[in-house]
Nanobody, 118 residues
Framework: QVHLVESGGDLVQPGGSLRLSCAAS????????VDWYRQAPGKARELVAR???????IYTDSAKGRFTIFRSNANNTVYLQMDKLKPEDTAVYYC????????????WGQGTQVTVSS
């Protein structure tokens, strides 16, 4: 079973950048998809970005043009590069994965806090 752990959250200023990491205990390239979610205070958890085994990529509209998801098979890590950060990006960020299209997600971790504020 591949387990994923997110890290890299921090306090950053508006317009700044941050790179989040999603590290796998096994081969991250074997997963059908690795997804980044976020949950802001008082809001539901939402999908931010997805990268599939064949490198199909999806972004939520608010992330397009600012966020980049990419994978390093050598490091067994999926990254979320976040640029031009806005206060509304403030949330707890989570990564999770699926072994196939219709498979369940694994267990949700504690997440990593991203705070965008001056």
């Amino acid at each position: 079973q591949v387990h994923l752990v997110e890290s890299g959250g921090d306090l950053v200023q508006p317009g700044g950048s941050l790179r989040l990491s999603c590290a796998a205990s096994g081969s991250i390239g074997s997963l059908y998809a690795v997804d980044w979610y976020r949950q802001a205070p008082g809001k539901a958890r939402e999908l931010v970005a997805r990268i599939t085994k064949n490198e199909a990529i999806i972004y939520t509209d608010s992330a397009k043009g600012r966020f980049t998801i990419f994978r390093s098979n050598a490091n067994n890590t999926v990254y979320l590069q976040m640029d031009k950060l806005k206060p509304e990006d403030t949330a707890v960020y989570y990564c999770n994965g699926k072994s196939c299209y219709d498979c369940d997600y694994g267990r949700w971790g504690q997440g990593t806090q991203v705070t965008v504020s001056s």
